[in-house]
């Protein structure tokens, strides 16, 4: 079945520092990939998607890659702020289907 | 728009009690979903709907029912609640299987 793994938080970054958090997937299709970002006492919003091999989704700074061959989709920032810090979930959604599958979240914290 | 919204906040059940919660999107999206979301697991679908008058079950359906009587609501219920029910419950929106937009949750506490 459907799955997602990401890394395991919390992630503890000083401001300005670059930023990775993994992200790898099972599915038994063409999945499309997605980032969300939890703030602190919200929902999750968007942050970036990807629909197809070789895409690159980008947002605020952030970026991530589908790599099909690796299957994974990690998240990237070179230059993290305050204001970054959240939890951030990796999920996917089979072309076709409407649920999503989440990882586990991975929480930053960004430090001044 | 308000997007997607949920009520209550916050509730504290006993065991046995039941409860609802209220789900509501004004972008006119067809499918609509419920989740919950748990430490160190992410968000896991409860239930969802295609369009009004359909329901659908998810990963985790045991102890809940909904009901989609109108389009634009997406109503969740617990008729027993139970101590491993207290979770954070989000809902989301969507067209297709676009963008999936989230209310803000609702945290509940079962003792």
């Known amino acids: 079945g459907d799955s997602v793994t990401q890394m395991e938080g919390p992630v503890t970054l000083s401001e300005e520092a670059f930023l990775t958090i993994n992200c790898t997937y099972t599915a038994t299709g063409y999945p499309s990939l997605f980032w969300y970002v939890q703030y602190p006492g919200e929902g999750l919003q968007l942050l970036l998607k990807?629909?197809?091999?070789?895409d690159k989704g980008s947002n605020k700074g952030f970026e991530a890659t589908y790599r099909k061959e690796t299957t994974s989709f990690h998240l990237e920032k070179g230059s993290v702020q305050v204001s970054d810090s959240a939890v951030y979930f990796c999920?996917?959604?089979?072309?076709?289907?409407?649920?999503?599958?989440f990882g586990t979240g991975t929480r930053l914290t960004v430090i001044p | 728009n308000a997007g997607v919204t949920q009520t209550p906040k916050f509730r504290v059940l006993k065991t046995g009690q039941s409860m609802t919660l209220l789900c509501a999107q004004d972008m006119n999206h067809e499918y609509m979903y419920w989740y919950r979301q748990d430490p160190g697991m992410g968000l896991r679908l409860i239930h969802y709907s295609v369009g009004e008058g359909t329901t659908a079950k998810g990963e985790v359906p045991d102890g809940y029912n909904v009901s989609r009587l109108k389009k634009q609501n997406f109503l969740l219920g617990l008729e027993s609640a139970a101590p491993s029910q207290t979770s954070v419950y989000f809902c989301?929106?969507?067209?297709?299987?676009?963008?999936?937009?989230f209310g803000p949750g609702t945290r509940l506490l079962v003792l």
């Open positions: 990807a629909t197809k091999a070789d």
């Open positions: 989301a929106s969507n067209i297709n299987s676009e963008t999936q937009y």
């Open positions: 999920a996917l959604s089979e072309s076709g289907a409407n649920n999503l599958f």
